[in-house]
């Protein structure tokens, strides 16, 4: 038998707000404590105008905020994982530095993923 978690007892609708506020509160926590993600975070703002100002198709519009959406979602596991490194312990590991590595290569890899498409949507729209 599981150990019972109280975090998990909601049902129905009740669960499905509770779930829209923890996300809120992850978003709220991201922005005060993460420098990254709010730089990240106006990159996406910014962006964001940038692609609904250009005069490209729905679709191009759709990839490069999507691209910069998923550089969000990426620092937000990162810090998640980050968080729960520390949580574990403050000690120095070659398994925690690992786990917090890896991490900040998938942030670096969203980026570099970012950049591409960037390039090539305003690669083809400008040349």
Known sequence: MQPVNEFK???GLKRI????????DGLKAAWRHEHAFRQELGLFVVG?????????SAFEKLVLIGVLLLVLIVELINSAIEAVVDRISLDRHPLSKNAKDFGSAAVLL??????AAWAVVLFNRFY
């Open 17 to 24: 707000f509770s779930a829209f506020f923890y996300s809120l």
């Open 48 to 56: 964001t105008v940038i692609a609904l100002l250009l005069r490209i």
């Open 110 to 115: 969203t980026c570099i993923l970012a950049f």
């Open 9 to 11: 007892s909601k049902s």
